[in-house]
Protein backbone atom coordinates (compact mmCIF):
# COMPACT_ATOMS: atom_id res chain seq x y z
CA UNK A 1 0.00 0.00 0.00
CA UNK A 2 1.44 3.36 -0.92
CA UNK A 3 0.85 6.10 1.42
CA UNK A 4 -0.15 9.64 1.60
CA UNK A 5 -1.34 12.66 3.28
CA UNK A 6 -2.24 16.15 2.87
CA UNK A 7 -0.98 19.36 4.15
CA UNK A 8 -3.53 20.05 5.86
CA UNK A 9 -3.70 17.65 8.18
CA UNK A 10 -0.50 19.54 9.80
CA UNK A 11 0.82 22.23 12.06
CA UNK A 12 3.48 24.47 10.15
CA UNK A 13 5.12 25.53 7.79
CA UNK A 14 5.02 23.49 3.43
CA UNK A 15 8.17 23.04 4.32
CA UNK A 16 8.42 21.74 7.96
CA UNK A 17 5.23 19.81 6.86
CA UNK A 18 7.09 17.88 4.01
CA UNK A 19 10.22 16.95 6.57
CA UNK A 20 7.75 15.55 9.31
CA UNK A 21 6.04 13.30 6.21
CA UNK A 22 9.29 12.00 4.97
CA UNK A 23 10.83 11.38 8.71
CA UNK A 24 7.50 9.70 9.47
CA UNK A 25 7.64 7.59 6.27
CA UNK A 26 5.14 8.67 4.22
CA UNK A 27 5.42 8.00 0.75
CA UNK A 28 4.02 10.90 -1.00
CA UNK A 29 2.02 14.04 -0.54
CA UNK A 30 -1.02 15.79 -0.83
CA UNK A 31 -0.14 19.73 -1.77
CA UNK A 32 -3.19 22.00 -0.22
CA UNK A 33 -3.12 24.61 -2.39
CA UNK A 34 -3.09 27.37 0.65
CA UNK A 35 -0.38 25.73 1.87
CA UNK A 36 1.85 26.44 -1.29
CA UNK A 37 -0.13 30.04 -1.69
CA UNK A 38 1.71 31.45 1.74
CA UNK A 39 5.25 29.38 1.49
CA UNK A 40 8.19 31.48 0.48
CA UNK A 41 8.99 28.49 -1.77
CA UNK A 42 9.12 28.53 -5.15
CA UNK A 43 6.95 25.93 -7.11
CA UNK A 44 10.30 24.52 -8.40
CA UNK A 45 11.76 24.34 -5.12
CA UNK A 46 8.83 22.58 -3.53
CA UNK A 47 9.45 20.22 -6.74
CA UNK A 48 13.01 19.87 -5.65
CA UNK A 49 12.53 19.58 -1.89
CA UNK A 50 10.02 16.42 -2.20
CA UNK A 51 12.18 14.60 -4.71
CA UNK A 52 15.30 14.86 -2.52
CA UNK A 53 12.79 13.60 0.69
CA UNK A 54 11.95 10.71 -1.69
CA UNK A 55 8.02 12.00 -1.57
CA UNK A 56 6.17 11.87 -4.30
CA UNK A 57 3.93 14.93 -4.85
CA UNK A 58 0.60 12.99 -5.69
CA UNK A 59 -2.69 15.65 -5.54
CA UNK A 60 -2.50 18.92 -6.04
CA UNK A 61 -6.07 20.23 -4.93
CA UNK A 62 -8.69 21.85 -4.09
CA UNK A 63 -10.09 22.94 -7.60
CA UNK A 64 -13.63 23.80 -6.70
CA UNK A 65 -17.22 24.91 -8.03
CA UNK A 66 -16.23 24.25 -11.55
CA UNK A 67 -19.22 23.00 -13.36
CA UNK A 68 -22.88 23.57 -13.63
CA UNK A 69 -22.77 27.17 -14.61
CA UNK A 70 -23.50 29.35 -16.98
CA UNK A 71 -21.73 30.09 -20.33
CA UNK A 72 -20.08 33.12 -19.18
CA UNK A 73 -18.95 31.57 -15.88
CA UNK A 74 -17.69 28.59 -17.79
CA UNK A 75 -15.31 30.66 -19.16
CA UNK A 76 -13.66 32.38 -15.98
CA UNK A 77 -13.21 29.03 -14.49
CA UNK A 78 -11.42 27.59 -17.36
CA UNK A 79 -9.04 30.51 -17.70
CA UNK A 80 -8.37 29.88 -14.12
CA UNK A 81 -8.18 26.10 -14.45
CA UNK A 82 -5.54 26.58 -17.02
CA UNK A 83 -3.52 28.72 -14.28
CA UNK A 84 -3.23 25.69 -11.97
CA UNK A 85 -2.53 23.29 -14.53
CA UNK A 86 0.75 25.46 -15.48
CA UNK A 87 1.47 25.63 -11.62
CA UNK A 88 0.72 21.87 -11.78
CA UNK A 89 3.58 21.34 -14.10
CA UNK A 90 6.13 23.75 -12.65
CA UNK A 91 5.36 21.25 -9.77
CA UNK A 92 5.71 18.37 -11.61
CA UNK A 93 2.48 16.85 -10.70
CA UNK A 94 -0.48 15.42 -13.02
CA UNK A 95 -3.35 15.11 -10.65
CA UNK A 96 -5.96 17.30 -10.06
CA UNK A 97 -8.89 17.39 -7.31
CA UNK A 98 -11.69 18.07 -8.36
CA UNK A 99 -14.58 18.93 -5.93
CA UNK A 100 -18.09 19.09 -6.92
CA UNK A 101 -19.68 22.41 -6.80
CA UNK A 102 -20.92 23.89 -3.23
CA UNK A 103 -21.24 27.45 -4.68
CA UNK A 104 -21.42 29.00 -7.97
CA UNK A 105 -23.54 26.45 -9.46
CA UNK A 106 -27.44 26.96 -10.82
CA UNK A 107 -28.05 24.84 -13.58
CA UNK A 108 -28.97 21.49 -12.29
CA UNK A 109 -28.52 18.93 -14.84
CA UNK A 110 -26.17 16.02 -15.20
CA UNK A 111 -25.81 16.59 -19.47
CA UNK A 112 -24.66 20.19 -18.36
CA UNK A 113 -21.90 18.89 -15.85
CA UNK A 114 -20.77 16.37 -18.30
CA UNK A 115 -20.02 18.34 -21.39
CA UNK A 116 -18.34 21.13 -18.78
CA UNK A 117 -16.15 18.69 -17.42
CA UNK A 118 -15.54 17.56 -20.76
CA UNK A 119 -14.09 20.69 -21.44
CA UNK A 120 -12.00 20.91 -18.11
CA UNK A 121 -10.57 16.99 -19.35
CA UNK A 122 -9.47 18.98 -22.93
CA UNK A 123 -7.53 21.47 -21.44
CA UNK A 124 -6.22 18.94 -18.63
CA UNK A 125 -5.27 17.15 -21.86
CA UNK A 126 -2.57 19.75 -22.62
CA UNK A 127 -1.14 19.59 -19.70
CA UNK A 128 -0.50 15.94 -19.36
CA UNK A 129 -2.97 16.38 -16.23
CA UNK A 130 -5.57 13.92 -14.63
CA UNK A 131 -8.63 15.20 -12.95
CA UNK A 132 -10.22 13.30 -9.53
CA UNK A 133 -13.86 14.19 -9.22
CA UNK A 134 -14.56 14.36 -5.78
CA UNK A 135 -18.77 14.51 -4.05
CA UNK A 136 -18.66 16.60 -1.33
CA UNK A 137 -21.64 15.81 0.95
CA UNK A 138 -22.74 19.25 0.96
CA UNK A 139 -22.30 19.21 -3.47
CA UNK A 140 -25.10 21.53 -4.54
CA UNK A 141 -25.87 19.25 -6.73
CA UNK A 142 -23.77 16.07 -6.70
CA UNK A 143 -23.26 14.88 -3.24
CA UNK A 144 -22.50 11.26 -3.11
CA UNK A 145 -20.44 8.62 -5.14
CA UNK A 146 -22.72 7.31 -6.92
CA UNK A 147 -23.90 10.81 -8.65
CA UNK A 148 -20.34 11.52 -9.06
CA UNK A 149 -19.43 7.90 -10.94
CA UNK A 150 -22.49 8.65 -13.23
CA UNK A 151 -21.03 11.83 -14.09
CA UNK A 152 -17.68 10.37 -14.55
CA UNK A 153 -18.76 7.02 -16.45
CA UNK A 154 -20.54 9.67 -18.81
CA UNK A 155 -17.88 11.98 -19.11
CA UNK A 156 -16.25 8.66 -20.89
CA UNK A 157 -12.87 10.67 -20.82
CA UNK A 158 -9.70 8.48 -19.68
CA UNK A 159 -8.12 11.50 -17.66
CA UNK A 160 -10.84 12.00 -15.13
CA UNK A 161 -11.90 9.50 -12.87
CA UNK A 162 -13.23 9.63 -9.18
CA UNK A 163 -11.64 10.64 -5.76
CA UNK A 164 -13.34 8.74 -3.27
CA UNK A 165 -13.61 10.12 0.47
CA UNK A 166 -14.69 8.43 3.70
CA UNK A 167 -15.93 11.67 5.58
CA UNK A 168 -17.82 12.44 2.59
CA UNK A 169 -19.66 8.99 2.28
CA UNK A 170 -19.75 7.56 5.64
CA UNK A 171 -20.83 11.35 7.31
CA UNK A 172 -24.27 11.13 5.10
CA UNK A 173 -24.73 7.26 6.31
CA UNK A 174 -24.34 6.18 3.15
CA UNK A 175 -23.92 2.23 1.93
CA UNK A 176 -20.50 2.59 0.60
CA UNK A 177 -20.77 -0.95 -1.14
CA UNK A 178 -21.16 0.22 -4.12
CA UNK A 179 -17.56 1.20 -4.32
CA UNK A 180 -17.04 -2.64 -4.70
CA UNK A 181 -18.27 -2.60 -8.36
CA UNK A 182 -17.04 0.99 -9.86
CA UNK A 183 -13.77 -0.23 -11.77
CA UNK A 184 -11.06 0.18 -9.81
CA UNK A 185 -8.80 2.05 -12.96
CA UNK A 186 -11.68 4.74 -12.61
CA UNK A 187 -10.91 5.77 -9.28
CA UNK A 188 -7.34 8.01 -9.42
CA UNK A 189 -7.48 8.71 -5.68
CA UNK A 190 -8.35 7.61 -2.51
CA UNK A 191 -9.00 10.26 1.14
CA UNK A 192 -9.48 8.70 4.19
CA UNK A 193 -10.78 10.60 7.39
CA UNK A 194 -12.44 8.83 10.63
CA UNK A 195 -14.99 10.93 12.53
CA UNK A 196 -16.14 11.06 15.98
CA UNK A 197 -19.84 9.74 15.93
CA UNK A 198 -21.24 13.54 16.45
CA UNK A 199 -24.70 15.17 14.96
CA UNK A 200 -24.08 18.81 14.05
CA UNK A 201 -24.55 19.98 10.27
CA UNK A 202 -21.93 18.32 8.01
CA UNK A 203 -19.92 20.79 6.93
CA UNK A 204 -18.52 21.83 10.25
CA UNK A 205 -17.99 18.24 11.17
CA UNK A 206 -15.68 17.64 8.23
CA UNK A 207 -13.83 21.26 8.60
CA UNK A 208 -12.85 20.82 12.52
CA UNK A 209 -13.55 17.27 13.67
CA UNK A 210 -12.30 14.37 11.38
CA UNK A 211 -9.53 12.09 12.88
CA UNK A 212 -7.21 9.68 11.58
CA UNK A 213 -8.64 5.84 11.26
CA UNK A 214 -8.63 4.18 13.79
CA UNK A 215 -9.76 7.35 16.44
CA UNK A 216 -13.20 7.63 15.57
CA UNK A 217 -16.46 5.40 14.85
CA UNK A 218 -16.11 5.44 11.48
CA UNK A 219 -16.06 1.45 10.05
CA UNK A 220 -13.28 2.36 7.98
CA UNK A 221 -11.80 -1.33 7.93
CA UNK A 222 -15.45 -2.03 5.86
CA UNK A 223 -14.91 0.81 3.40
CA UNK A 224 -11.40 0.35 2.38
CA UNK A 225 -12.19 -3.27 1.86
CA UNK A 226 -14.58 -2.45 -0.81
CA UNK A 227 -12.16 0.10 -2.84
CA UNK A 228 -10.19 -3.43 -2.41
CA UNK A 229 -12.79 -5.54 -3.57
CA UNK A 230 -12.65 -2.23 -7.06
CA UNK A 231 -9.52 -3.48 -7.86
CA UNK A 232 -7.83 -0.05 -6.48
CA UNK A 233 -4.52 -0.01 -6.02
CA UNK A 234 -3.42 3.35 -5.83
CA UNK A 235 -2.24 5.42 -3.07
CA UNK A 236 -4.47 5.80 0.49
CA UNK A 237 -4.48 8.79 1.61
CA UNK A 238 -5.34 11.00 4.47
CA UNK A 239 -6.96 14.10 4.68
CA UNK A 240 -7.87 15.39 7.68
CA UNK A 241 -9.44 19.03 9.29
CA UNK A 242 -9.01 19.04 12.53
CA UNK A 243 -8.33 22.01 14.91
CA UNK A 244 -6.31 19.67 17.46
CA UNK A 245 -3.96 18.67 14.81
CA UNK A 246 -3.14 22.12 13.19
CA UNK A 247 -1.91 22.83 16.50
CA UNK A 248 -0.01 19.84 17.65
CA UNK A 249 3.69 18.90 16.98
CA UNK A 250 3.78 18.22 13.03
CA UNK A 251 6.29 15.24 13.67
CA UNK A 252 4.04 13.59 16.30
CA UNK A 253 1.29 14.24 13.86
CA UNK A 254 2.83 12.45 10.72
CA UNK A 255 3.19 9.32 12.99
CA UNK A 256 0.20 9.03 14.54
CA UNK A 257 -1.30 9.23 10.21
CA UNK A 258 1.34 6.57 9.68
CA UNK A 259 0.09 4.82 12.40
CA UNK A 260 -3.40 4.93 11.65
CA UNK A 261 -2.72 3.85 7.70
CA UNK A 262 -0.84 0.58 8.91
CA UNK A 263 -3.22 0.16 11.63
CA UNK A 264 -5.94 0.09 8.87
CA UNK A 265 -4.39 -1.44 6.96
CA UNK A 266 -3.78 -4.56 8.80
CA UNK A 267 -7.37 -4.56 9.62
CA UNK A 268 -8.45 -4.63 6.67
CA UNK A 269 -6.52 -7.37 5.64
CA UNK A 270 -7.72 -9.83 8.31
CA UNK A 271 -11.35 -8.52 7.25
CA UNK A 272 -10.52 -10.01 3.72
CA UNK A 273 -8.56 -12.80 4.59
CA UNK A 274 -11.72 -14.23 5.69
CA UNK A 275 -12.84 -14.25 1.94
CA UNK A 276 -9.53 -15.20 0.66
CA UNK A 277 -9.27 -14.13 -2.37
CA UNK A 278 -6.28 -12.17 -3.87
CA UNK A 279 -6.69 -8.28 -4.76
CA UNK A 280 -4.48 -5.49 -6.58
CA UNK A 281 -3.97 -3.26 -3.56
CA UNK A 282 -1.58 -5.11 -0.92
CA UNK A 283 -1.80 -4.66 2.25
CA UNK A 284 0.34 -5.90 5.01
CA UNK A 285 -1.16 -8.19 8.20
CA UNK A 286 0.85 -6.59 11.08
CA UNK A 287 2.99 -9.25 13.44
CA UNK A 288 1.45 -10.75 16.75
CA UNK A 289 -1.27 -9.49 17.22
CA UNK A 290 -2.65 -10.71 20.58
CA UNK A 291 -5.82 -9.94 23.13
CA UNK A 292 -3.85 -9.25 26.22
CA UNK A 293 -4.83 -11.51 28.96
CA UNK A 294 -4.18 -9.31 31.88
CA UNK A 295 -2.13 -6.59 33.74
CA UNK A 296 1.23 -8.06 34.90
CA UNK A 297 2.01 -4.88 36.79
CA UNK A 298 1.53 -0.91 37.45
CA UNK A 299 4.94 1.32 38.29
CA UNK A 300 4.38 4.11 40.54
CA UNK A 301 7.07 6.58 40.11
CA UNK A 302 8.16 8.33 43.43
CA UNK A 303 10.79 10.17 45.42
CA UNK A 304 9.01 8.99 48.60
CA UNK A 305 8.60 5.55 48.80
CA UNK A 306 8.23 4.94 52.13
CA UNK A 307 4.27 7.09 51.43
CA UNK A 308 3.92 4.98 48.78
CA UNK A 309 4.74 1.62 50.42
CA UNK A 310 2.57 2.33 53.69
CA UNK A 311 -0.33 3.00 51.09
CA UNK A 312 0.04 0.13 49.49
CA UNK A 313 0.55 -1.93 52.84
CA UNK A 314 -3.11 -0.41 54.27
CA UNK A 315 -4.54 -2.16 51.87
CA UNK A 316 -3.60 -5.55 52.24
CA UNK A 317 -0.82 -5.43 50.15
CA UNK A 318 2.67 -7.95 50.90
CA UNK A 319 6.13 -6.34 50.32
CA UNK A 320 7.95 -9.00 47.98
CA UNK A 321 11.38 -7.15 47.87
CA UNK A 322 13.97 -4.85 46.68
CA UNK A 323 15.03 -5.19 43.49
CA UNK A 324 19.04 -6.36 43.38
CA UNK A 325 20.14 -3.78 41.45
CA UNK A 326 18.14 -0.60 41.27
CA UNK A 327 15.65 1.62 43.83
CA UNK A 328 12.67 -0.25 43.45
CA UNK A 329 10.18 -2.17 45.15
CA UNK A 330 7.82 -4.98 44.49
CA UNK A 331 4.48 -5.10 45.92
CA UNK A 332 1.92 -7.93 45.47
CA UNK A 333 -1.66 -8.73 46.53
CA UNK A 334 -3.21 -11.95 44.29
CA UNK A 335 -2.33 -10.96 40.75
CA UNK A 336 -1.76 -7.34 41.63
CA UNK A 337 1.64 -6.78 41.22
CA UNK A 338 2.69 -2.42 42.20
CA UNK A 339 6.28 -1.68 41.27
CA UNK A 340 7.28 1.26 43.21
CA UNK A 341 10.18 3.00 41.30
CA UNK A 342 12.66 5.95 43.13
CA UNK A 343 14.63 6.14 39.97
CA UNK A 344 14.86 9.32 37.79
CA UNK A 345 11.84 10.63 40.81
CA UNK A 346 13.08 13.54 41.85
CA UNK A 347 10.00 16.23 42.02
CA UNK A 348 7.79 13.32 41.52
CA UNK A 349 5.97 13.27 44.32
CA UNK A 350 3.80 9.75 43.43
CA UNK A 351 2.76 9.25 39.51
CA UNK A 352 1.31 6.62 37.48
CA UNK A 353 4.61 6.05 35.32
CA UNK A 354 3.92 2.85 33.52
CA UNK A 355 2.48 -0.43 33.22
CA UNK A 356 2.85 -4.19 31.99
CA UNK A 357 0.25 -6.63 29.85
CA UNK A 358 0.37 -10.30 29.51
CA UNK A 359 -0.11 -11.57 26.18
CA UNK A 360 1.08 -14.96 25.02
CA UNK A 361 4.19 -13.14 22.89
CA UNK A 362 5.71 -10.30 24.18
CA UNK A 363 8.30 -10.74 21.30
CA UNK A 364 5.99 -10.19 18.81
CA UNK A 365 4.04 -7.65 20.34
CA UNK A 366 7.00 -5.78 20.60
CA UNK A 367 7.97 -6.39 16.81
CA UNK A 368 4.14 -4.94 16.10
CA UNK A 369 4.84 -1.37 18.37
CA UNK A 370 7.88 -1.09 16.26
CA UNK A 371 5.80 -1.42 12.85
CA UNK A 372 3.56 0.78 14.64
CA UNK A 373 6.13 3.25 14.62
CA UNK A 374 5.86 3.32 18.78
CA UNK A 375 9.04 5.12 20.31
CA UNK A 376 11.32 2.40 22.45
CA UNK A 377 11.84 2.44 26.57
CA UNK A 378 15.55 2.83 26.32
CA UNK A 379 16.53 -0.16 28.29
CA UNK A 380 19.68 -0.60 30.93
CA UNK A 381 19.02 -4.35 31.52
CA UNK A 382 22.33 -6.12 32.90
CA UNK A 383 23.32 -9.52 32.58
CA UNK A 384 20.12 -12.01 33.82
CA UNK A 385 18.11 -9.13 33.97
CA UNK A 386 14.38 -9.65 31.92
CA UNK A 387 13.99 -7.67 29.20
CA UNK A 388 10.25 -6.73 28.26
CA UNK A 389 9.82 -4.58 25.24
CA UNK A 390 8.25 -1.63 26.14
CA UNK A 391 7.11 1.26 24.39
CA UNK A 392 6.20 5.28 25.45
CA UNK A 393 2.90 5.98 24.87
CA UNK A 394 1.86 9.71 23.66
CA UNK A 395 1.01 10.60 27.46
CA UNK A 396 4.47 9.86 27.86
CA UNK A 397 3.54 6.14 29.82
CA UNK A 398 5.61 3.28 29.80
CA UNK A 399 3.70 0.72 28.81
CA UNK A 400 5.26 -3.64 28.66
CA UNK A 401 4.41 -6.45 27.18
CA UNK A 402 5.39 -9.10 29.28
CA UNK A 403 4.48 -13.26 29.70
CA UNK A 404 4.10 -15.64 32.76
CA UNK A 405 7.18 -17.06 32.01
CA UNK A 406 8.87 -13.77 31.59
CA UNK A 407 6.93 -12.53 34.64
CA UNK A 408 8.12 -15.56 36.87
CA UNK A 409 12.13 -14.22 36.00
CA UNK A 410 11.68 -10.66 36.41
CA UNK A 411 9.72 -11.13 40.20
CA UNK A 412 12.51 -12.79 40.33
CA UNK A 413 14.68 -9.89 40.47
CA UNK A 414 13.14 -8.79 43.57
CA UNK A 415 13.37 -11.34 46.02
CA UNK A 416 16.69 -12.11 46.47
CA UNK A 417 16.38 -9.24 49.68
CA UNK A 418 13.61 -11.21 50.93
CA UNK A 419 13.32 -14.59 50.78
CA UNK A 420 10.76 -15.50 53.56
CA UNK A 421 8.53 -13.41 51.24
CA UNK A 422 8.46 -16.26 48.20
CA UNK A 423 5.27 -17.87 49.01
CA UNK A 424 3.59 -14.77 46.84
CA UNK A 425 1.26 -14.59 50.05
CA UNK A 426 -2.18 -13.17 48.85
CA UNK A 427 -4.36 -11.06 50.15
CA UNK A 428 -7.65 -9.41 49.45
CA UNK A 429 -6.86 -7.39 46.59
CA UNK A 430 -7.51 -9.82 43.77
CA UNK A 431 -5.67 -7.83 40.57
CA UNK A 432 -5.62 -4.84 39.03
CA UNK A 433 -9.02 -4.08 37.32
CA UNK A 434 -8.19 -0.61 35.31
CA UNK A 435 -5.47 2.01 34.98
CA UNK A 436 -7.11 5.39 34.76
CA UNK A 437 -4.40 7.71 32.22
CA UNK A 438 -4.94 11.81 31.85
CA UNK A 439 -4.78 12.79 28.57
CA UNK A 440 -3.65 16.05 27.44
CA UNK A 441 -5.90 17.66 25.44
CA UNK A 442 -3.04 17.53 22.61
CA UNK A 443 -2.76 13.81 22.53
CA UNK A 444 -6.05 12.08 23.61
CA UNK A 445 -7.16 11.07 20.00
CA UNK A 446 -3.37 10.15 19.59
CA UNK A 447 -3.32 8.22 22.40
CA UNK A 448 -6.58 6.31 21.83
CA UNK A 449 -4.80 4.91 18.06
CA UNK A 450 -1.97 4.62 20.36
CA UNK A 451 -3.45 2.19 22.79
CA UNK A 452 -6.01 0.17 20.55
CA UNK A 453 -3.36 -0.08 17.93
CA UNK A 454 -0.55 -1.35 20.10
CA UNK A 455 -2.41 -2.59 22.71
CA UNK A 456 -4.69 -4.37 20.83
CA UNK A 457 -7.74 -2.50 22.48
CA UNK A 458 -11.24 -1.92 21.57
CA UNK A 459 -12.16 1.89 22.13
CA UNK A 460 -16.19 1.62 24.17
CA UNK A 461 -18.24 4.17 23.93
CA UNK A 462 -16.94 7.62 25.41
CA UNK A 463 -18.67 9.32 28.29
CA UNK A 464 -18.35 13.08 29.50
CA UNK A 465 -18.10 14.28 33.45
CA UNK A 466 -18.82 17.42 34.14
CA UNK A 467 -16.12 18.96 37.40
CA UNK A 468 -15.54 21.83 38.94
CA UNK A 469 -12.14 22.08 36.32
CA UNK A 470 -14.55 21.84 33.16
CA UNK A 471 -15.90 18.69 31.21
CA UNK A 472 -13.65 15.55 31.23
CA UNK A 473 -14.12 13.63 28.81
CA UNK A 474 -13.32 10.04 29.19
CA UNK A 475 -13.03 7.06 26.81
CA UNK A 476 -12.24 3.49 28.53
CA UNK A 477 -10.51 0.97 26.04
CA UNK A 478 -10.67 -2.87 26.75
CA UNK A 479 -9.84 -6.29 25.84
CA UNK A 480 -12.73 -8.09 24.70
CA UNK A 481 -12.64 -10.08 27.74
CA UNK A 482 -12.35 -7.03 29.72
CA UNK A 483 -9.26 -8.98 31.54
CA UNK A 484 -7.61 -5.61 30.42
CA UNK A 485 -9.12 -1.77 30.60
CA UNK A 486 -8.05 1.14 30.57
CA UNK A 487 -9.59 4.99 31.04
CA UNK A 488 -8.26 7.65 29.16
CA UNK A 489 -9.48 10.69 30.49
CA UNK A 490 -8.61 14.37 28.78
CA UNK A 491 -7.82 17.11 31.15
CA UNK A 492 -9.65 20.16 30.31
CA UNK A 493 -7.94 22.98 28.73
CA UNK A 494 -9.16 25.20 31.28
CA UNK A 495 -7.53 23.41 33.76
CA UNK A 496 -3.70 24.48 32.66
CA UNK A 497 -3.87 27.17 34.86
CA UNK A 498 -4.86 24.98 37.52
CA UNK A 499 -2.72 22.20 36.84
CA UNK A 500 0.77 24.61 36.73
CA UNK A 501 -0.22 24.74 40.74
CA UNK A 502 -1.43 21.84 41.19
CA UNK A 503 0.80 19.14 39.71
CA UNK A 504 -0.78 17.21 37.27
CA UNK A 505 -4.31 16.08 36.85
CA UNK A 506 -4.36 12.83 39.10
CA UNK A 507 -4.26 9.31 37.34
CA UNK A 508 -5.17 5.85 39.42
CA UNK A 509 -4.92 2.38 39.67
CA UNK A 510 -7.97 0.36 40.62
CA UNK A 511 -7.89 -2.40 42.13
CA UNK A 512 -10.10 -5.40 42.19
CA UNK A 513 -11.68 -7.45 45.29
CA UNK A 514 -14.66 -9.04 46.53
CA UNK A 515 -14.61 -8.04 49.93
CA UNK A 516 -14.43 -3.59 49.40
CA UNK A 517 -16.18 -3.78 52.99
CA UNK A 518 -13.44 -5.61 54.84
CA UNK A 519 -10.81 -4.12 52.56
CA UNK A 520 -12.26 -0.67 53.43
CA UNK A 521 -12.86 -1.65 57.57
CA UNK A 522 -8.83 -2.95 58.09
CA UNK A 523 -7.46 0.10 55.98
CA UNK A 524 -9.07 2.68 57.91
CA UNK A 525 -8.61 0.95 60.94
CA UNK A 526 -5.05 1.04 59.47
CA UNK A 527 -5.03 4.25 59.57
CA UNK A 528 -5.61 4.64 55.37
CA UNK A 529 -7.10 8.56 54.25
CA UNK A 530 -10.07 8.21 52.15
CA UNK A 531 -11.34 10.59 50.07
CA UNK A 532 -14.26 11.83 51.54
CA UNK A 533 -17.94 12.00 50.02
CA UNK A 534 -20.45 14.59 50.86
CA UNK A 535 -23.83 13.03 52.87
CA UNK A 536 -25.77 14.83 49.82
CA UNK A 537 -24.37 11.31 47.91
CA UNK A 538 -25.89 9.17 50.09
CA UNK A 539 -29.07 11.20 50.28
CA UNK A 540 -29.55 11.00 46.40
CA UNK A 541 -28.60 6.88 46.90
CA UNK A 542 -31.03 6.48 49.03
CA UNK A 543 -33.72 8.27 46.58
CA UNK A 544 -32.26 6.45 43.36
CA UNK A 545 -31.89 3.41 44.84
CA UNK A 546 -34.12 0.84 47.30
CA UNK A 547 -31.44 -0.13 49.33
CA UNK A 548 -30.82 -2.10 52.05
CA UNK A 549 -30.73 0.76 55.66
CA UNK A 550 -28.04 -1.22 57.29
CA UNK A 551 -25.78 -1.52 53.47
CA UNK A 552 -26.56 2.70 53.33
CA UNK A 553 -25.01 3.11 56.50
CA UNK A 554 -22.13 1.38 55.68
CA UNK A 555 -21.95 2.46 52.37
CA UNK A 556 -21.58 6.40 54.54
CA UNK A 557 -19.52 5.41 56.90
CA UNK A 558 -16.44 4.05 54.98
CA UNK A 559 -17.06 6.31 51.90
CA UNK A 560 -17.81 4.04 49.58
CA UNK A 561 -19.26 4.60 46.31
CA UNK A 562 -22.26 2.57 44.30
CA UNK A 563 -24.04 2.06 41.18
CA UNK A 564 -26.23 -0.81 39.68
CA UNK A 565 -27.08 -1.66 36.64
CA UNK A 566 -29.22 -4.25 34.82
CA UNK A 567 -26.11 -6.54 35.07
CA UNK A 568 -24.87 -6.20 38.93
CA UNK A 569 -23.96 -3.78 41.71
CA UNK A 570 -20.39 -2.02 41.63
CA UNK A 571 -19.49 -0.88 45.35
CA UNK A 572 -15.91 1.56 45.14
CA UNK A 573 -13.51 3.84 47.24
CA UNK A 574 -11.05 6.17 46.50
CA UNK A 575 -7.92 6.98 48.45
CA UNK A 576 -6.35 10.00 49.11
CA UNK A 577 -4.26 11.68 46.42
CA UNK A 578 -0.94 11.44 46.88
CA UNK A 579 1.34 13.51 44.41
CA UNK A 580 -0.80 12.99 40.95
CA UNK A 581 -2.04 9.94 41.49
CA UNK A 582 -4.41 8.00 44.12
CA UNK A 583 -5.78 4.36 44.35
CA UNK A 584 -9.26 2.87 43.92
CA UNK A 585 -10.99 -0.08 45.35
CA UNK A 586 -13.26 -1.89 43.48
CA UNK A 587 -15.92 -4.85 43.57
CA UNK A 588 -17.83 -5.60 40.94
CA UNK A 589 -20.88 -8.09 41.92
CA UNK A 590 -22.60 -9.82 39.09
CA UNK A 591 -21.71 -9.21 35.98
CA UNK A 592 -21.21 -5.30 36.44
CA UNK A 593 -18.81 -4.36 33.31
CA UNK A 594 -18.95 -0.50 34.05
CA UNK A 595 -16.69 1.87 36.18
CA UNK A 596 -19.48 3.84 38.25
CA UNK A 597 -19.59 5.96 35.34
CA UNK A 598 -22.84 8.62 37.84
CA UNK A 599 -20.04 8.67 40.76
CA UNK A 600 -17.23 10.53 38.92
CA UNK A 601 -18.52 13.82 39.05
CA UNK A 602 -18.47 13.13 43.00
CA UNK A 603 -14.99 12.33 42.83
CA UNK A 604 -13.65 14.76 40.54
CA UNK A 605 -15.72 17.39 43.00
CA UNK A 606 -14.26 16.00 46.70
CA UNK A 607 -11.10 15.77 45.09
CA UNK A 608 -11.10 19.56 43.85
CA UNK A 609 -12.23 20.27 47.52
CA UNK A 610 -9.33 18.47 49.15
CA UNK A 611 -6.87 19.66 46.71
CA UNK A 612 -8.19 23.54 46.88
CA UNK A 613 -7.81 23.23 50.67
CA UNK A 614 -4.10 21.49 50.87
CA UNK A 615 -2.83 23.62 48.43
CA UNK A 616 -4.66 27.16 49.00
CA UNK A 617 -5.68 27.60 45.79
O1 LIG B 1 -13.96 21.00 3.01
C1 LIG B 1 -13.63 21.12 1.85
O2 LIG B 1 -13.87 22.12 1.17
C2 LIG B 1 -12.92 20.00 1.19
C3 LIG B 1 -11.97 20.24 0.22
C4 LIG B 1 -11.31 19.19 -0.40
C5 LIG B 1 -11.60 17.90 -0.04
O3 LIG B 1 -10.98 16.84 -0.58
C6 LIG B 1 -12.56 17.67 0.93
O4 LIG B 1 -12.81 16.40 1.28
C7 LIG B 1 -13.20 18.69 1.55
MG1 LIG C 1 -11.57 15.00 0.33
Known sequence: MRTSIATVCLSGTLEEKLLACAKAGFDGIEIFEQDLLVSPMSPEEVKAMAHRLG????????????????????????????????????????????????????INDDD?????????????????????????????YVDTYQHSWEVVKRVDRANVGLCIDSFHILSRGDDPADIASIPGEKIFF?????APVLSMDILSWSRHYRLFPG????????????????????????????????????????????????????????????????????????????????????????EDPERVAGLLSQLGFNFRGQHRRKPVQLWSSGEAK???NSQRSRGVEAAVSGFGVLVPDPVASGERGGALLAPRVPRHQ?????????????????????????????????????????????????????????????????????????????????????????????????????????????VPQGLESVI????????????????????????????MEFLQVPANYYEDLAARFDLDAQLLETLKDLHLLYD?????EFLHFYTKTLGNMFLEVVERRSSYDGYGAPNAPVRLASQFESNRWSRNL
Open 190 to 194: VQLAD
Open 112 to 140: LFVEQIRQLSDLAEKYKVRIAYEALAWGK
Open 500 to 527: ERNHEYPEHVALRTDDIIEVARTARARG
Open 215 to 302: QGGFALDQFLAELVRSGYDGIISLEIFNDVFRQSNVERTAIDGLRSLQWLGSKTAQLLDSNSESYALELEVLPGIQDATGFDFAEIRT
Open 382 to 490: THNEQDLPGFIAPDRTEVFFSSLANTENWVQEFEDSAPEANAAPTGPILNIDHINLAQPWQCFDESVLFYSSVLNLKARPGTEVPSPMGLVRSQVLATGDSSVRLALNI
Open 338 to 340: III
Open 564 to 568: RDEAG
Open 55 to 106: LTLDLFQPFRDFEGVTEEALKANLHRAEAKFQLMQRLGMDLMLLCSNVGTAT
